[in-house]
């Protein structure tokens, strides 16, 4: 049985884990984080909870979404932002598919099928001070990795800071901070933290907002800019990149590498609904798409 473990873990990990039993956590839930290329943070359209100050600078919607990634991988998420006896509140689940696998002995014989999976449940509340000129925020959750019948746990703290004038946004971010208590292995691991610096504001003269995203993993920092702007039909156009791209080219065609590390999207708000599509392009390694539904109340 420990060499069935062994096995499954040592796939998992290869293929769609990265070698850690938390990565999933980052990935992406919301077409918003599709569109944008990963940025994003502090757009108060369909706002996913990830700078939770932003629960009390967003709508109050209910939000369902749907991202299909490469090699059968799929995640979906449930958001709702509210304001509650006039405390600015927000829920989320989200979870991640990686499929099912044939589990198999050291000899290679099929022993029988599995599934993995990661599943995150995150209460967030944000407070606007300052005269809504600031907006302090936190969010707190429970996420479950699975491997068949293996578990990986962890509670994540995640606050945020927003400030906002007339013409910027400024955030701070400070995503997964939190304990482990169980992983696939006797090695200590950690939760996969990052600092975020996020700018945004219009383009004088425009409807055109943008935002710049900096983002610091420990040892790796990533930039990101992403854009949106509302046409008077209620047409929302979304695009967005990232300091990726230069890693994602290869000895490909032009239009591959054009289009690497790109992400876009296309919404539609008619009435309290709103219809949200948008795809990103990992150049000649893929594509990610998403679909999502959004009612005000």
Known sequence: MKNKIRIIFIFISSVALSQSSFNGINNWFQVNSVSFAGGGYLSSFRNDLRNPAMIADSNRVFNVDYIKYPA???????????????????FKISRTS??????RDYNNQKTGDYTAGDLHFQVGYAKPTMNN???????TGLFLSQIQSFNARAITIS???????????????????????????????????????????????????????????????????????KFENNIILKAGTSSNRYNQKIDSSIFSNIFSDLGIGLAYEMDEIIIDIGSYSYGPGGYIFGIGFSSKF
């Open 72 to 90: 059968g991988i799929n995640s979906q998420s449930l958001i709702a932002n509210t304001i509650i006896n006039k405390h600015y509140v927000g």
């Open 133 to 139: 000129k600031l907006f302090i925020g936190v969010n």
């Open 159 to 229: 606050p945020g800071i927003v400030f906002k004038s007339q013409t910027v946004k400024i955030g701070l971010t400070f995503q997964n901070y939190g304990k482990v208590f169980s992983s696939y292995t006797s090695t200590k691991e950690n939760l996969p933290i990052s600092r975020v610096f996020s700018l945004a504001g219009y383009i004088p003269s425009t409807r055109i907002e943008m935002e710049y995203d900096y983002i610091s993993m420990g040892v790796e920092n990533i930039s990101k800019i992403s854009g949106i702007i």
């Open 98 to 103: 990686y499929g099912v696998f044939s589990e």
